[in-house]
């Protein structure tokens, strides 16, 4: 008589993975900054699929409700999961009909707890995520890390965003800047993302937010330079053989 098979261990080999252990098709950075009426963020539109730059439709900007917009880094899979999440929040909010709407501060919040507790579970969700939104006048602008580190400021970025936008954005930020001088500086800062990141694709859209509403810009591709020295020999100087 044949014994029954052992029952499958949860550390056995055999067992069933049901999370995300490596990020699979990523996006790269997403820039948020404060302007005079609102908020605005930028990201472009390509999926990496490892370092092959597969998908160049990609959008990674959302609407969060009626005061809020999101944009991610990181993997894509693990950002619609989060919408979902985020679409049952807001349902659950207006099921209430009681005149009250989620605000930025608290979406953010519920972000905060949800990359923390993943994160706990040695599960998380492989995103960086930027939240911009205006409520009753007040502008809010937060991000929040795979691993659940959260803070506000009047400019934020992901990714390799982080090194190369932030230092434009801190020489030329200002608080009262206008749409127009937000949109140009948000552009600078991707057309150089652009020359210097390889996940980068000259495919983007920026979005604002004002007591209005959210907008998303259709699609558009930046104009680029590409015969600076340094781009057509950029080995010269290198030490090496190569």
């Not at 807001?90 to 949800?114: A, C, F, Q």
């Not at 390799?160 to 937000?182: T, V």
């Not at 004002?210 to 680029?224: A, D, F, H, N, R």
């Amino acid at each position: 008589m044949e014994s029954a098979p052992a029952k499958c261990s949860l550390l056995s080999p055999e067992a069933d993975i049901q999370r995300t252990q490596y990020p699979y098709v990523t996006g790269t950075s997403v820039i948020g900054i404060k302007y005079k009426d609102g908020v605005l963020l930028a990201a472009d539109m390509g999926g990496s699929y490892g370092s092959t730059l597969r998908y160049k439709s990609v959008e990674r900007l959302k609407s969060v409700g009626k005061h809020s917009f999101l944009g991610a880094s990181g993997e894509i899979s693990d950002f619609q999961e989060i919408l979902r999440n985020l679409d049952e929040l807001i349902l659950y909010d207006n099921m209430w009909d009681d005149g009250n709407s989620l605000g930025p501060k608290e979406v953010h919040n519920y972000l905060t707890r949800m990359m923390y507790n993943r994160r706990n579970k040695f599960n998380p969700l492989w995103n960086s995520l930027v939240l911009g939104g205006v409520k009753n006048g007040q502008k809010y602008l937060g991000t929040v890390s795979m691993i659940g580190v959260h803070y506000e400021d009047n400019h934020l970025a992901t990714g390799f965003g982080n090194h190369l936008a932030k230092p434009i954005i801190r020489d030329e930020w200002r608080e009262d800047m206008s749409y127009e001088e937000g949109v140009k500086l948000l552009e600078k800062c991707m057309r150089v993302l652009l020359y210097r990141d390889r996940s980068a694709v000259n495919k983007l859209q920026i979005a604002k937010i004002t007591e209005e509403g959210v907008t998303i810009s259709q699609p558009y591709s930046l104009k680029t330079f590409w015969n600076f020295s340094a781009f057509q020999n950029p080995t010269a100087g290198a030490v090496g053989s190569w």
